[in-house]
T-cell receptor, first 110, second 111 residues
Framework: GEDVEQSLFLSVREGDSSVINCTYT??????LYWYKQEPGAGLQLLTY?????DMKQDQRLTVLLNKKDKHLSLRIADTQTGDSAIYFC??????????FGPGTRLSVLP | DAGVIQSPRHEVTEMGQEVTLRCKPI?????LFWYRQTMMRGLELLIY????????DSGMPEDRFSAKMPNASFSTLKIQPSEPRDSAVYFC?????????FGPGTRLLVL
């Protein structure tokens, strides 16, 4: 079946850029997503990209997609303490099948 | 836009009791999902509905779990009887097309 993988932890210094990586296996992915989960809260949709795009930028967030390598990344510029959270990568096929990765816990150090 | 609404937000119950979790999807969304999140297993899809019809329930752990969607604006997830290993955060999410939005979750503790 489809699989989405992410590294589990990332630590960065406040003000630096964070890059969270994700790989997936489904060749028929149509959309790829990044969600943010803060402690005690639900998953918040941050951004998503259509599979025929290779980049999307939204303020401090940049999503890069390498469809050939099935690799997705999320770059957060000027990382702040409020960015500390778990970030989930997810992909969707042509139906309504969303597959989530295990999440990357981002810690922002002062 | 009220977002996905879940109730209760917290539930503490004793083993063997019936638990019912409720979800109101975003108006106009035609798909609804139930997920369970634990530290050990991460985020697991339990079941999803499309136009009120269950499409994939392969993630439902066992017969103690059941889900219904009697209309486009309401769904329930029932656990009967509940067990301590059911303790988790249960999320409902809804989607229309490519975007899926999550509710705040119900934190369930079974003693």
């Amino acid at each position: 079946g489809e699989d989405v993988e992410q590294s589990l932890f990332l630590s960065v210094r406040e003000g630096d850029s964070s890059v969270i990586n994700c790989t997936y296996t489904d060749s028929s992915s149509t959309y790829l997503y990044w969600y943010k989960q803060e402690p005690g809260a639900g998953l918040q949709l941050l951004t998503y990209i259509f599979s025929n795009m290779d980049m999307k930028q939204d303020q401090r967030l940049t999503v890069l997609l390498n469809k050939k390598d099935k690799h997705l990344s999320l770059r957060i510029a000027d990382t702040q303490t409020g960015d500390s959270a778990i970030y989930f990568c997810a992909e969707k096929d042509y139906g309504q099948n969303f597959v989530f990765g295990p999440g990357t816990r981002l810690s922002v150090l002062p | 836009d009220a977002g996905v609404i879940q109730s209760p937000r917290h539930e503490v119950t004793e083993m063997g009791q019936e638990v019912t979790l409720r979800c109101k999807p975003i108006s106009g969304h035609n798909s609804l999902f139930w997920y369970r999140q634990t530290m050990m297993r991460g985020l697991e899809l339990l079941i999803y509905f499309n136009n009120n019809v269950p499409i994939d329930d392969s993630g439902m752990p066992e017969d103690r779990f059941s889900a219904k969607m009697p209309n486009a604006s309401f769904s329930t997830l029932k656990i009967q009887p509940s067990e301590p290993r059911d303790s988790a955060v249960y999320f409902c999410a809804s989607s229309l097309g490519e975007t899926q939005y999550f509710g705040p979750g119900t934190r369930l503790l079974v003693l």
